[in-house]
């Protein structure tokens, strides 16, 4: 499965926010709440995807490594101005089968389909076109010239372009 990480894990081996990798196993812990039983990932094992440079962990296979769930606290700020801190448990990871425009900015997709029905502005529609390095590897999904024509003429319209 394909994942994108979250967090900078270990910036002098590649796990980085922003690293792609392909999730290649875990180790998880069975939890009881009341009498409901559940898993909790402890670890994922994930092979980085294009790695800088290879690694090599003790007793795994290159350029496979360990992320380990952390707990992040965030303070809510109640209506009557008190404070409440809010936390939770999970491994850094998404899942990487899709991703925004913003997220894909110095990235180069060589297979590359595109929505561009979900772009708000033309910067957006070139930052996706320009992820691909050749029309061969382009795909555009949903796309309507009609919709696109009116987004023109609205912006020259109200002297945007």
């Not at 039983?37 to 962990?57: A, E, G, H, T």
């Not at 490594?65 to 491994?91: F, H």
């Not at 957006?124 to 010239?145: D, H, M, N, V, W």
């Amino acid at each position: 499965m394909p994942v994108m990480i979250k967090n900078n894990v270990a910036v002098e081996c590649g796990v980085t926010n922003g690293a792609e990798a392909l999730v290649v196993g875990w180790k998880a812990n069975e939890h009881v709440l009341e009498d409901y039983k559940f898993s909790v990932l402890d670890v994922v094992f994930v092979r980085l995807k294009n790695p800088v440079k290879s690694i090599q962990l003790g007793g795994l296979p290159e350029n496979v490594v360990p992320i380990y769930r952390r707990k992040v606290t965030i303070k809510c700020m109640l209506q009557n101005d008190n404070e409440m801190p809010i936390s939770r448990t999970q491994v850094p990871l998404v899942l990487n089968f899709a991703m925004t425009d913003f997220n894909s900015q110095g990235r180069t997709r060589p297979q590359n389909p595109l929505e561009l029905s979900e772009c708000r502005t033309f910067q957006s529609i070139y930052t996706c076109l320009s992820r691909s390095p050749s029309l061969a590897g382009t795909l555009i999904l949903k796309f309507r010239e009609l919709e696109m024509l009116n987004k023109v003429t609205k912006a020259r319209y109200h002297g945007q372009i």
